[in-house]
């Protein structure tokens, strides 16, 4: 199994993750807490109360863990096309593999990601909705002192399972995602390449920021759900699986719940992957 695909995804998403964290942050505070009228609102507040760290929040774990996941999901996707066409990845552009294979392939890659990202997504949800600012001497140190802190926390108040809270609804949301989200980024390549040529740069930035747009605007009303069921057990509160979410939150708040964070994600969306791929298939072709 080749490994260069791991190791190119273990970078490129890195920097994506550097770049996007932010956005990530006023994302989920928005998904979860009703205390922010839009985008702005909450990026003031935040920045106000918080201070420039506050948007970065929980990013320390995902350096180590979430972009390792995100080696998974572009290895794993690499080496399934790999398996159902027998063509390594410097010789698609010669031989280009159907979308069902690339669908397959992508939906594979996002099972297996999701798997593997649970925990970890879990807990930098919980660190980013924590709103306090960094403890001061006298006033009330914050919930979690950090990532392990915040581990233990939960698997001592939650048990073993409580770090796999939301896992089927990111195992729902991505498994399908990613296989839109590379269908997606082979589909514009290919229109704008002639056949057996290598995408230029500029194709790849615009290919990857629209591919994770499109796969962001599909992947929402779960990434909603998965958010809110994983913030359940800090409030206290149970649901009954995500049907009970899903109601619960649509009673309560009108369908329109279900697209909290689309501009922001798209947002995000666009530049995080445009650098995710180009960096991605830069590596590639240097190590090629």
């Known amino acids: 199994m080749p490994v260069e695909e791991f190791v190119a995804g273990w970078i490129s998403g890195a920097l994506g993750l550097v770049l996007g964290h932010p956005f990530d942050t006023v994302k989920v505070r928005l998904q979860t807490q009703s205390t922010y009228r839009g985008i702005i609102d909450c990026t003031v507040k935040t920045y106000r109360h918080e201070s420039i760290l506050g948007f970065f929040k929980g990013m320390s774990f995902p350096i180590a863990s979430i972009a390792v996941v995100n080696s998974v999901l572009f290895g794993v996707y690499s080496n399934a096309l790999l398996a159902l066409t027998a063509t390594s990845h410097h010789e698609r552009r010669l031989q280009p593999p159907s979308y069902t294979h690339v669908f397959i392939a992508g939906c594979t890659g996002g099972f297996l990601q999701a798997y593997c990202l649970a925990p970890f997504d879990l807990i930098k949800v919980r660190l980013q909705n924590q709103t306090e600012p960094r403890a001061r001497h006298g006033g009330p140190p914050p919930r979690y002192r950090g990532p392990v802190h915040c581990a233990a926390s939960i698997f001592q108040e939650e ?17 399908p995602t990613l296989g839109i989200y ?51 057990g800090l409030e206290r509160r149970e649901y009954q699986g995500l049907l009970d979410c899903m109601v619960s939150s649509a009673r309560q708040e009108g369908l329109g719940v279900f697209f909290r964070g689309l501009t922001i994600n798209s947002a995000r969306a666009f530049p995080v992957n445009a650098v995710t791929f180009l960096s991605y298939e830069y590596l590639l072709h240097l190590w090629g």
């Open 182 to 232: 590379f269908v997606s980024y082979e589909w514009l390549c290919r229109q704008a390449t002639p056949d057996g040529q290598n995408p230029s740069s500029t194709t790849v930035l615009v290919a990857g920021g629209f591919a994770g747009i499109t796969s962001w605007v599909t992947a929402t009303p779960l990434d909603v759900i998965k958010s809110r069921m994983q913030m359940a």
């Open 159 to 175: 048990g073993p399972r409580g770090l796999f809270r939301g896992a089927w609804a990111l195992t729902l949301r991505d498994t």
